[in-house]
């Protein structure tokens, strides 16, 4: 039996307002949408959950509003089984919220509102510290504070806990403060903007894994949706490969990647054969509408995985 991993997320949680859409309006035009469905999202819920499914002990250290969606989204974390212990109320503030738009051929654009998910403070981190000490993996995203996010690593670093950061929605980054990461993880969009160069083949991802190697950090792995992922470190690089699947909505697949490989790493498996569970893992998420609510669960995964490994 594999070692059940015990794994915190420091992140976000919103509601996902999902609609989907033939094609974008133009300004000061109004069109019909397809479809609309309403969702518990956020990078850092939909990695822990996805870490949940896959078997974890997961522990989510968040803020929500003091709307309707704050208690919903506690209860959720609960429902689900992830320990919610640190994730309070702040009143006065929104929850996080984000109206997503996906097109026909399953592509997304998100537009997030972060909400009570900017009050996530380092002194929260220091309340979950007992927590902390004791998991296997702290997962992080970029929708908290970056003040938090680099504390975080910090924290992990002088725990000797290994660290992942998803450096989601992109934004500048102080390398010296993340350095020390065990894994950084962000898709093509996201490797563009922290490293400013483009990303558009496996090439071009090799090339800015070797630059995000040369801050320090040991493991770079960049997602590349339908191309699979690149897995890069001091001692080479391997692309790969995604499996088939038939995509109808993208949104949360990178996370559906995070959490799972998390996961998966965390059993103890080889490196390599986590990141070509948690490919499949993600590539299966885009087979469902949203986000959590598309997330496998470990017994259906395996199964899918018995079935696909062999080919
Ligand atoms: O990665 C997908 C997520 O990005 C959505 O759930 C949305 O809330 C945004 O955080």
Redesign the pocket.
Known sequence: MAKIPRIAVVG?A???LTTFTDRFPKPGETILGQKFNLGF???G??QATAAKLCGAAVFMVARVGGDLFGPATIDNFKKIGIDATHVKQVEGVSS?V?P?FVEPSGQNR?L?VKGANDELKPADVDAAADLLKAVDCIVLQF?IPLETVYYTVAFARKHRIRCMLNP?PAQPIDFNAVSDLDYFVPNESEAETVIGMPVKNVEDAKKCAEKLLGYGIRRVIITLGANGSLLAGKDGMEHLPAFPVRSIDS??A??AFIGSFAVFLGEGLPEREAVRRANLYAGLSTTGIG?QKSFYDRARFDAEWAARSQS
């Open positions: 976000s919103n509601i996902d999202g956020g990078k819920a939909n996080g984000a997503i998100i997030v929708e989601a949104t949360g990178g996370d986000t």
